[in-house]
């Protein structure tokens, strides 16, 4: 009964590889989210999707390629994967568009050799 | 562009300590505040959050903060903290009616018994 889940919980890859990280949300809400996490701790949304259609996308490099099959899902998939991708990855989802409290899955740790 | 900014990166104290840990925001218009806790190894939860209304918000666990408008500011307090609110603690914004959940860089908190 898990509100947002991601798989998989740990991801190690080496650089060049490609690799999808999947999310799922059983809560209803229109709106999905893709967060960084780097090594400081520091978090930075990358993409938010509402009702499957793309409504923030920050400067993330085109590498990085969210895909939303319907509402209760968004994935992330990472082509040529860098050094600098490793981090934690945290999916969120939240009722609607606007003003409201997100809530975040468990993160996916990314790291790359 | 708009920050959130968290000034205490790293804070010890002993359990029974009262704690306040500041935020700081840099944005003139109407604003929704949140603060999230991450305990070690899992995801962020909601502490609280202010959309309007009293500036004096409480959540959960006996966490409190207070929205002062005129700095800019949301600190979070707890008037005692226990060895189980080790965790890193983040403040967050979203510009009203918009999408983007603006994090500050974190502040870790050590509670030693």
């Known amino acids: 009964d898990t509100a947002v889940s991601q798989t998989p919980k740990y991801l190690v890859t080496q650089m060049g590889n490609d690799k999808s990280i999947k999310c799922e949300q059983n809560?209803?809400?229109?709106?999905m989210y893709w967060y960084k996490q780097d090594s400081k701790k520091f978090l930075k949304i990358m993409f938010s999707?509402?009702?499957?259609?793309?409504?923030i996308n920050e400067t993330v490099p085109n590498r990085f390629s969210p895909k939303s099959p319907d509402k209760a899902h968004l994935n992330l998939h990472i082509n040529s994967l860098e050094l600098g991708d490793s981090a934690v990855y945290f999916c969120?989802?939240?009722?609607?568009?606007?003003?409201?409290?997100?809530?975040f899955g468990p993160g996916t740790r990314l790291t790359v050799l | 562009a708009q920050s959130v900014s968290q000034h205490n990166h790293h804070v010890i104290l002993s359990e029974a300590a009262s704690l306040e840990l500041g935020c700081n925001y840099s944005?003139?218009?109407?604003?929704?505040l949140f603060w999230y806790v991450q305990y070690p190894g899992q995801h962020l939860q909601l502490l609280l959050k202010?959309?309007?209304?009293?500036?004096l918000v409480k959540g959960i666990k006996g966490f409190e903060a207070e929205f002062i408008k005129s700095k800019f500011s949301f600190n979070l307090r707890k008037p005692s903290v226990q060895w189980s609110d080790t965790a890193e603690y983040f403040c967050?914004?979203?510009?009203?009616?918009?999408?983007?959940?603006?994090f500050g860089t974190g502040t870790r908190l050590q509670v030693f018994p």
């Open positions: 944005y003139g218009g109407t604003v929704n």
């Open positions: 202010y959309f309007s209304g009293d500036p």
């Open positions: 969120a989802s939240t009722p609607d568009r606007g003003d409201n409290e997100q809530f």
């Open positions: 809560l209803g809400h229109d709106t």
């Open positions: 999707y509402n009702n499957k259609e793309l409504i």
């Open positions: 967050a914004v979203t510009l009203y009616n918009t999408d983007k959940l603006i």
